[in-house]
């Protein structure tokens, strides 16, 4: 069995100091519950002596899920952060005080105006203090790869003899690189295991280069025990090592690592868009694991190949971090494999003779419209008689939709078909987008929860398409739902439909 890699989840605390996504008790705590159902072995979760609100927040979230999970809180190396971090999470079961010192030249003369050895003291001293509260302490060196070696390694001498149980290696500005990242933390473990080997090494990357998952996983194969992280990456300025490039790189290469971690992989998906909506902060489409395109494949050569085989281009499977399973974007590119998979997953046959004419039908389309949805390929067979249904399942359709959003009484009708059965269903809501899911969820009768909802605008200017991505949940698992229109509420509403329209084609 390989060695185990203790994962820090450090959404709340490094994640929330992004401008912008700070957050309130409720939300801080609907997310330290999301997050441990990823099974992190550690969570930090605010910096407790910055403000009431975030002592608060730690005490609450010690509360709620201290019991389950080893809970910390960050500090200065002065007493008081010490004392408000120890009374913020005393009530977990399995409490850690992190300390952050500076140990880089810039921090110590600069910032700390003071004399290399008047820092250790004061990180030696602060360890101490933090243990008589506690038998966990974290010590973090500021700015590590850009400190020099061995003045780092009389610091962590002291910090260990004062107490500290975990050592962590910060590139604080993201100014490491993979290759030297992994050797300076291979000579500081070869020490730190001869010194005391119950101490772990931890990293903790930033992105300002990109490198922080690069330099993140260089730390792990050369020694590192444990890895700091955020969901999809967020943090100060360009954000931290995200935990889901980190975990799924190690699953993919748990040989090469020489480690596993024990993170409830399938819980990474939803947990990425949960923080993405709750904090305000969009994953980027090409994000590696968790971004809307992780799995979409447009190219006709790869979408040929994966049909034929899935791991022609397929590394991993989307299910294994709970994605929605892989999908064919048709476009003008998409070939004819392609084109015809996608109209037989809805349940039509074409005879081999027009299957010319009506895929230059859909080339035309796909010129005009850049992405075709299942709503698009329902609307082109309407009336064509030369295209079969094949099968016994019939799907939904927008016929007719109205939105009033004027007053406070945001509503929204929809009249869809399904075959030979047609429904007209009419709601209010909270604004008009609710009130239009309202009406389609009461229209199809499923019990659905909206997990995301996202408009892009494709162009420029007032005559630009409107793009509109859902997600939805029904009986644990998730489906997308996408559509492309020049009005933004048609097209939320048809990518919608599409969403439960995969439902019912994936239905036995
Ligand atoms: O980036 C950094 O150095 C930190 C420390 C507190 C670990 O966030
Ligand atoms: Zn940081």
Redesign the pocket.
Known sequence: MSRKIYVFDTTLR?GEQVPGAKLNLEEKLDIAVQIAKCKVDMMEVGFPSSSQGDFEAVKAISKKIGQDICIAA?GRAVESDIDSIYQSIRDAQNPLIHI?LGSSEVHVAKKFRKTPEQVIEMGAAAVKYAKKYLPQVQY?L?DASRSDFEYMWKTIEAVVKAGATII?I?D?VGFAVPEQFGQLIYRMNDRLKNLDPKVLLSV?C?NDTGLATANTLAAVRNGADKVECTINGIG?RAGNTSLEEVVMGIKLHEDYYGGHTTIETRKIYETSRMVSATMGLDVQVNKAITGENAFAHSSGIHQDGLLKSKDVYEIMDPQTVGAPPMEIVLTARSGRHAFLHVINRLGFEIQEEHVPEIFQKFLSMADQKKEIYDNDILDLFENCTNVKSISCKELWKLEEYQIMATGTLPTATVKLVKGKKEVVTSNTGSGVIDALYSSIIDAVQYSIELIDYRIHNLGRGKGSLGKVTTQIRYQDKMYYGKAIEQDVMKASALAFINAVNKIILEEE
């Open positions: 490094d960050l952050v973090s500021e962590n910060p604080t903790h930033h100060e």
